[in-house]
């Protein structure tokens, strides 16, 4: 795909025509999964422009109802709060953010403690435990954090071993062994040796040993940081 430029549904079909011609897809039996398959083409298209454009509009404001997470990464990365930068992002995937506006509004409510504050880097590195106390003191509105639908077997219950709790402990040791409590420095270590993004994004694949976060979360997040040119890597083949 030229650079800005998007090929048309139409393009596609007649292109996926062709190709079904000669070859079968698992999923692309039918007139309507083919659509299905074109839709998702042409959105995978928009998404990578709007990443390579840095195309994200709204505010980078936690307490705006018009916050946008991607913003306020850039923001972070460009003021040089790198740690925040790898948080944030890392909370996007969590959630399962996919552009739907309730997952959206789940992370920005998340990160501003419902609007009384800011769960950021350093709080959370400090006392990982405070993010399961203040659940557990909002428990009555902890039905209002939704998540996406790659996420949607995940919990936000406070004491439950697989609830958002207890995966932000396990990001923040992982980050504690690699980094120094630095989130940026512990994806650094293994981005610095490595001889190209593909290296990079494989050894950090393997690296994330992360609570919950399986293929297609370690995937998302390091797609995410290297579509958004936070960190040097790229993946080398589909998962």
């Given at each position: 795909m030229r650079r800005g430029f998007i090929i048309r549904s139409e393009k596609l079909s007649v292109r996926l025509g062709r190709f079904l011609a000669e070859h079968k897809i698992v999923g692309c039996r039918t007139s309507r999964e083919?659509?299905?398959?074109i839709e998702k083409l042409v959105e995978s298209q928009r998404k990578c422009q709007a990443f390579r454009h840095r195309m994200f509009s709204?505010?980078?404001?936690?307490?705006?109802?018009?916050?946008h997470p991607?913003?306020?990464?850039l923001s972070n990365f460009e003021n040089g709060d790198f740690d925040e930068t790898v948080w944030l992002a890392f909370l996007c995937v969590h959630f399962g953010w996919d552009g739907n506006p309730k997952t959206r509004e789940t992370i920005r409510r998340f990160y501003s403690m419902f609007d009384q504050g800011l769960w950021n880097w350093k709080t959370v590195a400090r006392n990982p435990l405070s993010v399961r106390?203040?659940?557990r003191e909002n428990s009555r509105r902890l039905s209002e954090l939704k998540f996406g639908n790659h996420r949607k077997y995940e919990?936000?219950?406070p004491d439950s071993d697989v609830g958002t709790p207890a995966v932000i402990e396990s990001f923040v040791r992982w980050a504690a062994v690699h980094g120094n409590r630095s989130a940026y420095k512990a994806f650094q270590s293994f981005v610095q040796p490595s001889a190209s993004p593909e290296m990079a994004f494989e050894s950090l694949f393997r690296a994330l040993d992360i609570h919950r976060f399986g293929r297609t979360a370690?995937?998302?997040l390091l797609c995410l940081l290297g579509n958004l040119g936070i960190l040097a890597v790229a993946p080398a083949h589909p998962i």
């Open positions: 083919r659509m299905r398959f709204g505010s980078t404001d936690p307490l705006s109802d018009k916050f991607f913003r306020c990464i106390d203040w659940m919990s936000n219950k370690r995937f998302d």
